[in-house]
């Protein structure tokens, strides 16, 4: 289903879910699978890292070459997150949920700049790459920040995913 046209409809159904249908079955996948890595690295809440592990552990074709161009392994890549995000003091056992109440505010701000990234690029769905993007672009970005401790700046990182998206549009 294509995105809304109407700036008054949102992200979230009135009931707090998640609209499912403006998110590309692969930008789905990436996140139920943040829900599962926010839960085995014991958080209570949804939050950006979350999101980037996500989307490592089910890379479309556009992040894996994201990964490529980045010179990264991207399961490695997932490994060092989980261990960086994991909270030895957390309960764990959370039954978290692609719920406004399960996320952070940081993954509702950079949720609707995917969404606005998809209408900007006239794109029916929000994507994976929408996704990654935001990721990195949103101030204050702990996953940027992240790779700037090694030297990779979020400009970088955003460049090469912008780059690996246009390559993945391309004609085969």
């Not at 990436?30 to 085995?40: D, F, K, M, Y």
């Not at 980037?52 to 074709?61: C, R, S, T």
């Not at 399960?102 to 209408?119: G, H, K, M, P, T």
């Not at 990195?136 to 780059?163: D, H, N």
């Amino acid at each position: 289903m294509a995105l809304p046209d109407d700036p008054g409809l949102d992200i979230f159904q009135p009931d707090g879910h998640l609209r499912g249908d403006m998110f590309a079955e692969g930008t789905l996948a990436a996140l139920h699978e943040s829900v599962r890595a926010a839960g085995e690295t014991r958080w209570d809440s949804l939050r950006s890292p979350h999101l980037f592990m996500g989307l490592l552990a089910v890379p479309d074709p556009a992040v894996r070459n994201w990964g490529d161009r980045l010179g990264a392994d991207l399961p490695r890549l997932l490994d060092q997150f989980r261990e960086l995000f994991h909270q030895d003091d957390g309960e764990g056992g959370y039954r978290l949920r692609l719920h406004r109440e399960f996320l952070s505010d940081n993954v509702i701000r950079i949720l609707r700049e995917a969404c606005q990234r998809a209408v900007d690029h006239q794109r029916g769905e929000v994507s994976p790459m929408d996704l990654l993007i935001s990721l990195f672009t949103t101030p204050q970005s702990i996953v940027a920040e992240c790779f700037e401790r090694i030297g990779v700046t979020a400009a970088k990182l955003t460049e090469l995913a912008v780059i690996a998206e246009q390559h993945a549009s391309l004609p085969r």
